[in-house]
């Protein structure tokens, strides 16, 4: 039963993440390979801009030709116009792949097709406006392999890439200022190939190893032939203005009735203040304007590329910010370095010496009572007087003696032998927080570890995504495990709860934040927006399999793996906590604390917000770095938290179940505070939905990390105390022979 209920989970994770999964390949695997004359499909995937957090489909665009033909294309039996399976990671993160109309067929060059006319409204064209004043660009598909903008280093030396292709451009004018807008209407697609390895090169057959767009306006004035195309295409002085005539005698600009449609609101202020006063030239009653598409291809053969390496285009660019990621990481080895020093030497040692004293005075709290017991006796023998005697002289001591009660000359963290392990306030709340926070850690590890191996390749489309989801699901094993464990370690008895908490807690705000965002992309007509059907997959993916796992891992952790053992027995009255320094106190000290794996990371955090926010044509790739670097931030994390909580407990302070959590997750304050100075200094997003959409996200990721770093803070931090507490019950139950 068990084996089968495991089987039916596995076969929906494999069915919900890695379904359809058509574009996923490891580079040296599933090569596909073209016959000449072989039609290639050419995909169209959505517009995107580094200005916003808006994502639109290719053919939401007002401007694009949609797929009319509804002939076959090769490769999956796909027709024009039909929608490629997606999984979820590229649903998520905004995909939409259709097939063109668009025809190539492998090493034949086409001149130029004209693909249609489009007839824009006025509408259309303020939509168009705004979005090549964002500078979005185009994502086109073939063989898997983005198109690219081509480029070339400063010395000349290297070729590389860059994702996506322009939409137009804009131009300010000479005599008023104002801006004009400008749309390039025809493509020219560059194909690179070579002969395929293997078998298939024997036959002839060819891979491709590049894909490149080139962009161009070509005005309605410059001279065509027969079948739409202009003649000389070399020589194009005149670019297509998004522009209609006018023909009114009324200057009065466009109402906001005629605007935009798909974006109500989103950057009409900016567009009326710099290109706005263009509109005044449009005729609202001029109606439409036609744009004709046009695009060209070319095959050429490269050699020099292996088709296993044809990604490394994309990355070339990149190289220059290595020496980056060096100091990154000779930057966190320092820091690390002198934590781990400071925590050497100065809790190693001043915890050996605490505990050296404790067994000194032990053993001379020893020797004194026999010798004082041997004197009454061979004097009076009053031995029950010199006992009440010796009694009396040992009352108020705080050391240990021979029933094991702690010594008088006990000082700092020996003073709250009784106290230190007291369940904490809401310690409901926080078995729970640490559970998830588990979950994350596994999450996390091996997204990094797939990375690091290449698994997690830009080949794989929405594999990093997917396979986060997945792992995010899967680890609810290891939540509901250590939830459970720390829960009964607070002498918790309701499992099922703490279980159901457990699995709702941290999924629930997560997803009921994303579906709120959801709402306002959805009224953006973005395709960031999730449909529907892959929200309500998501829903049965967290309540149908995660939960259950939650639940499985609980209760093996509850009743199989139990409580953690506590070295001290707790008093019955707690101990009064003394005023603390200021830098001590909550607050301050998780903040202060926190400075120290913020600096450690912030480097490579640079990269990884130009990735996320900034470059979104661009790919992370460097994940091997990003693994070292956050191991040492583990470490750092490790230590810093349980300096801080040593430092806590020498002061006489016993609450430091939560401390310990808020020390760890310190850092991801400074993380957001990165975040809002990266806003206001490197971006430029503008619109009302996308700074909410940067804002919340965000916010979001630093509550994950804060939550993942705030569990290996009081994990490390429970260790160490039971560490050093069963250290100090050891010793005091040392006797002298």
Request: hydrophobic share 40%; glycine share 12%.
């Amino acid at each position: 039963m068990i084996g089968t209920c495991k089987a039916g989970l596995n076969g929906l994770l494999y069915a919900l993440l890695f379904s359809s999964s058509t574009a996923f390949y490891i580079p040296g695997w599933s090569i596909k390979s073209y016959k000449d004359g072989e039609p290639i499909p050419l995909m169209v995937n959505k517009a995107y801009s580094d200005n916003t957090q808006l994502q639109y489909a290719y053919y939401d665009l007002p401007f694009t030709c949609s797929p009319t033909g509804g002939h076959r294309k090769a490769g999956g039996g796909l027709l024009s116009g039909q929608s490629v399976p997606l999984n979820l990671g590229e649903v998520l993160r905004g995909d939409r792949i259709i097939a063109s109309d668009m025809e190539l067929a492998m090493a034949k060059d086409t001149p130029c097709t004209l693909l249609c006319n489009k007839e824009m409204s006025h509408g259309d064209l303020r939509w168009s406006r705004e979005l090549i004043r964002d500078g979005y660009v185009a994502e086109w598909i073939v063989d898997n392999l983005p198109g690219a903008t081509s480029f070339v280093t400063a010395d000349k030396t290297r070729k590389y890439y860059a994702s996506g292709f322009k939409l137009g451009y804009t131009q300010a004018s000479t005599k008023t200022g104002k801006l004009h807008y400008y749309i390039n209407n025809h493509h020219t697609i560059v194909i690179r190939y070579r002969g395929a390895p293997g078998r298939a090169g024997g036959r002839g057959e060819k891979v491709v190893v590049g894909f490149e767009v080139y962009p161009k306006s070509v005005g309605n004035g410059i001279e065509k032939d027969g079948a739409g195309c202009p003649v000389d295409m070399q020589n194009v002085d005149e670019p297509f203005e998004l522009r209609v005539a006018p023909n009114r005698t009324s200057d009065a600009p466009l109402s906001k009735s005629d605007g935009l449609p798909y974006r109500p609101g989103e950057g009409e202020g900016e567009g009326e203040g710099e290109g706005g006063g263009d509109d005044d030239d449009d005729d609202a009653s001029a109606g439409s304007l036609n744009i004709p598409y046009t695009y060209s291809v070319y095959f050429r053969q490269e050699d020099s590329i292996e088709w296993a390496h044809r990604w490394d285009l994309y990355f070339v660019n990149q190289e220059q910010g290595s020496r980056i990621h060096w100091m990154a990481i000779i930057n966190s080895l320092i820091i690390c370095g002198l934590l781990t020093g400071i925590v050497m030497i100065i809790l190693a040692r001043t915890i050996r010496a605490d505990i050296n004293k404790g067994i000194a005075a032990e053993e001379g709290k020893i020797r004194a009572k026999r010798a004082a017991k041997a004197k009454t006796e061979q004097a009076s023998g009053l031995l029950s007087r010199g006992t009440d005697a010796d009694n009396n002289g040992n009352d108020g001591d705080d050391g240990p003696s021979d029933d094991g009660e702690p010594l008088e000359e006990a000082t700092g963290w020996k003073l709250l032998h009784g106290d230190v392990f007291r369940k904490p306030r809401a310690g409901v709340l926080l078995a729970p927080l640490v559970g998830s926070g588990m979950q994350l850690f596994f999450m996390a590890v091996g997204l990094v570890l797939l990375g690091a191996l290449g698994v997690l390749n830009p080949s794989f489309r929405g594999g990093f995504v997917s396979v986060g989801v997945g792992l995010f699901v899967l680890a609810g094993l290891f939540s509901g495990y250590f939830s459970a464990r720390v829960f009964k370690s607070f002498d918790g008895t309701d499992l099922r709860a703490n279980a159901l908490v457990t699995a709702l807690l941290f999924p629930g705000l997560a997803f009921g934040l994303v579906f709120v965002l959801n709402l306002l992309v959805w009224a953006q007509a973005s395709s960031t927006a999730m449909p529907f059907g892959t929200l309500v997959a998501m829903l049965l993916l967290w309540l149908c399999v995660q939960v259950p796992l939650v639940y499985a891992g609980s209760h093996y952790g509850f009743h199989r793996a139990g409580a953690w053992e506590h070295p001290t027995k707790t008093t019955a009255i707690p101990r009064q906590v003394p005023r603390q320094a200021w830098y001590g106190r909550s607050i301050q000290a998780a903040l202060l604390a926190g400075l120290i794996p913020f600096a450690v990371v912030f480097i490579e955090l640079l990269y990884v917000f130009q990735s996320t926010w900034q470059d979104k044509s661009g790919y992370y790739y460097v994940f091997g770095f990003l693994a070292v670097v956050s191991a040492i931030t583990v470490v750092a994390i490790a230590e810093v938290t349980v300096v801080t909580i040593y430092a806590q407990l020498c002061a006489e302070n016993h609450r430091w179940w939560w401390q310990s959590f808020f020390v760890g997750a310190g850092s991801a304050f400074w993380v957001f505070l990165y975040s809002l100075w990266y806003y206001f200094f490197k971006l430029h997003i503008s619109g009302f939905v996308s700074s909410v959409l940067f804002f919340a996200y965000s916010f979001m990721a630093c509550c994950v990390y804060g939550l993942l770093t705030g569990t290996i803070g009081f994990l490390s931090a429970y260790a160490f105390v039971r560490r050093i507490y069963r250290l100090g019950t050891v010793t005091s139950a040392i006797k002298v022979d």
